[in-house]
């Protein structure tokens, strides 16, 4: 299948300092991409849908100005949390869907800690 | 009511046992039916995907859809110890979204 990569894996930072998860399709172009939220023990949350080259679109609820996506090429998707705080920390997961695809595939997913 | 409901588990059964886990939903307007599964601290991971009613067959995996009940299974035969991890039912609108279900935590007992 094919192959999402997000870096880091895991990362630490302090409070109000600004933190960038980065999602890259390795072997296809992805037009559009999404990027989730888990808390442990819950279900995947859609945060936002990023197309290629346009403004994400963001879910209720959720900050456009905290979490900033953008996804400037066909394989590359960054997730910005900025001024992060402990109730940010999280483990965040991107998915890329393939041009004309109708399958998504997921990336190993970043665990933030904010202390 | 949640669009889409699943029994988050624990669901313990032997080795070798078949193992049935199901979602229910809602909104008829979901499209495509799928099936993840995610070990601990990883992303999920594709299983099975869908989008008409009956029954698809992968190796050991059968995902079976009945759109009239808004019912989806997945039945894994022969369980292993590997198998063991939350698997998620997922749904794709037609806006090109995907919602989750909250997982079911499975494990396999040697």
């Known amino acids: 299948g094919a192959v999402v990569s997000q870096h880091p894996s895991w990362v630490i930072c302090k409070s109000g300092t600004s933190v960038k998860i980065e999602c890259r399709s390795l072997d296809f172009q992805a037009t559009t991409m999404f990027w989730y939220r888990q808390f442990p023990k819950q279900s995947l949350m859609l945060m936002a849908t990023?197309?290629?080259?346009?403004?994400?679109?963001?879910e209720q609820g959720v900050e456009k100005d905290k979490f900033l996506i953008n996804h400037a090429s066909l394989t590359l998707s960054t997730l910005t949390v900025t001024s992060a705080h402990p109730e940010d920390s999280s483990f965040y997961i991107c998915s890329a869907r393939e041009t004309g695809n109708t399958e998504a595939f997921f990336g190993q997913g970043t665990r933030l800690t904010v202390v | 009511q949640k669009e889409v409901e699943q029994d988050p588990g624990p669901l313990s059964v032997p080795e070798g046992a078949i193992v049935s886990l199901n979602c229910t939903y809602s909104?008829?307007?979901?499209?495509?039916f799928m099936w993840y599964r995610q070990y601990s601290r990883k992303g999920p991971e594709l299983l099975m995907y869908?989008?008409?009613?009956g029954n698809k067959e992968d190796g050991r995996f059968t995902a079976q859809v009945d759109k009239s009940s808004k019912y989806i299974s997945l039945f894994i035969r022969d369980s292993q110890p590997s198998d063991s991890a939350t698997y998620l039912c997922?749904?794709?609108?037609?806006?090109?979204?995907?919602?989750f279900g909250k997982g079911t935590r499975l494990h396999i007992l040697p």
């Open positions: 869908t989008y008409s009613s």
């Open positions: 990023s197309n290629e080259g346009s403004k994400a679109t963001y």
């Open positions: 997922a749904m794709r609108t037609r806006d090109d979204k995907i919602i």
């Open positions: 909104n008829s307007a979901f499209q495509y």
